[in-house]
């Protein structure tokens, strides 16, 4: 009597999955960075700008697309949508990227910023309530640093860490894409 075997299907490790390992590598920094911004923000007071809200964009994508794009190459879908997933990833962090260093010139005064963050106030309203909105009004600057590490500001640091995430995201592409 043989024996017919059903073929035993290897467990899927992380380190035999790039994608996998992209995907969430690059959900864990975006959910780090995001706890870092609400810290600063929170508990030691350092309030973000416009242009530091929008820069957070990518982040509140980063997070969700990574997890779908991890279940995803776990599960072993379709190697054109991981890829297209990672993709995504790499080019929100691209453009947030960008973004940062548009910031980072604005701080070093490289360039002029959006005038509601960085200009003049022009709308004060009614004079007789000027003085009530001057004390209840606090305009954080888009072109004043209020924190800087090693000589780079946070809008600084949101460039480097960007950069990071698109090249994780790149790379598990990459490797994806080739297997």
Not at 65 to 82: H, K, M, N
Not at 93 to 110: I, M, P, R, S
């Amino acid at each position: 009597m043989t024996a017919q075997t059903a073929p035993q299907s290897a467990p899927v490790h992380a380190s035999s999955n790039p994608a996998l390992v992209a995907a969430l590598a690059v959900g864990l920094i975006a959910l780090a960075t995001l706890a870092g911004a609400w810290f600063f923000q929170l508990v030691l007071d350092i309030r973000p700008c416009p242009l530091c809200l929008e820069q957070r964009y990518a982040y509140y994508l980063a997070i969700p697309l990574a997890v779908l794009v991890a279940i995803a190459a776990a599960r072993d879908a379709p190697r054109g949508l991981v890829v297209t997933g990672l993709v995504l990833l790499a080019l929100a962090a691209l453009a947030n990227a960008v973004l940062g260093g548009y910031h980072a010139g604005v701080e070093w005064t490289f360039w002029q910023g959006p005038t509601d963050c960085s200009g003049p106030v022009v709308d004060l309203g009614k004079a007789g309530s000027l003085l009530e909105r001057l004390d209840t009004v606090k305009v954080i600057r888009c072109d004043e640093v209020q924190w800087r590490f090693l000589g780079l500001s946070l809008a600084g640091y949101n460039v480097l860490i960007s950069l990071a995430m698109a090249a994780i995201a790149l790379w598990g592409a990459g490797k994806t894409a080739r297997r």
